[in-house]
């Protein structure tokens, strides 16, 4: 367990914000850490929406239970934090 930087660029923010979260967080951990500094402040909450983790300028989102550790990332990378809907 190591505290890792990351640099988030969260959906529908206009500020990059660097967030330290934990090597064996998951991406849902992560993204919850992203949040905190962006939703209720610069952007709104969308209840029944998914946050959902990938590397900047990447299509794929990472597993949503995959640690930060496994994720090929590098400290102070660029993530990007979108919010999913619900499929239904």
């Not at 190591?2 to 090597?23: C, I, K, R, T």
């Amino acid at each position: 367990m190591a505290l890792f930087p990351v640099s988030s660029n969260f959906e529908g923010d206009f500020v990059l914000q660097l967030v330290a979260v934990d090597s064996e967080n998951t991406m849902d951990q992560v993204a919850a850490a992203a949040a905190v500094h962006s939703v209720g402040r610069r952007v709104r909450a969308r209840p029944g929406a998914i946050l959902r983790v990938r590397q900047q300028g990447s299509n794929e989102f990472f597993p949503r239970t995959m640690k930060v550790s496994e994720s090929g990332l590098k400290p102070t990378e660029t993530i990007e934090i979108i919010w999913e809907t619900a499929k239904h």
